[in-house]
């Protein structure tokens, strides 16, 4: 009965502070549920699109969980699971002449684009909510809630919009390399 009773109390100890630590979320904990994979290649694109480097790392994980190999049911690829007509349209505005959809598979290639549509989507519309949005749901979708004034439409991409907010957040935390802004260098 007294072993019964020491490992029952062992066990609620382990959970306990289980708990405690996922609850408290310190980096080092944070860090081994959110990688930063390709660290330099984010940094390099994120400087060179001016983006939020912290942002671009949480789109990835929210993405592909920093998985090059990722392929969704709908086709898309890679790190920013990027469609391959949306990555076409990317490499005939950038001057890419050689492009094919298999080289969203390359992590280089992938953020490259990714930050570039990114950047595109923020230009566009001078909000990283609606990018985020457009992102996720498509730029058509996005106008057309913009001319009927009717906000995000789609409960799936306000909540991604949400995540996203919030891994960039957790990001910038845990990695204090993606605290740099954008415009700082």
């Known amino acids: 009965m007294k072993y ?18 996922h609850g408290s979320q310190p980096a ?21 699109y001016d983006l939020d480097p912290a942002l671009l790392a949480a789109v990835i994980y929210q993405e592909s969980h920093f998985r090059a190999d990722a392929r969704s049911s709908s086709g898309a690829i890679g790190l920013m699971q990027l469609m391959p007509a949306t990555a076409q349209g990317i490499a005939d505005h950038t001057g890419g002449t050689r492009y094919k959809p298999s ?18 989507l923020m230009n566009k519309y001078k ?14 979708n996005v106008d057309r809630w913009l001319a009927s004034g009717e906000g995000i439409a789609f409960p ?29 260098g």
């Open 4 to 21: 019964l009773l020491g490992v029952a109390l062992t066990a609620a100890a382990l959970l306990g502070g289980f708990a405690y630590v």
């Open 28 to 48: 080092w904990w944070a860090r081994l549920w959110h990688p930063l994979r390709y660290e330099q290649i984010v940094l390099g694109h994120s400087a060179n």
């Open 103 to 120: 080289d969203l598979y390359d992590p280089e290639i992938n953020v490259r684009y990714g930050a570039w549509y990114l950047r595109h």
């Open 127 to 140: 909000s990283e909510k609606l990018a985020l949005a457009a992102y996720n749901a498509g730029q058509e």
């Open 156 to 184: 799936e991409t306000r909540a991604y919009v949400k995540h996203v907010e919030q891994l960039k957040k957790l990001y910038r935390r845990i990695y204090p390399v993606l605290r740099k802004s954008p415009k700082s």
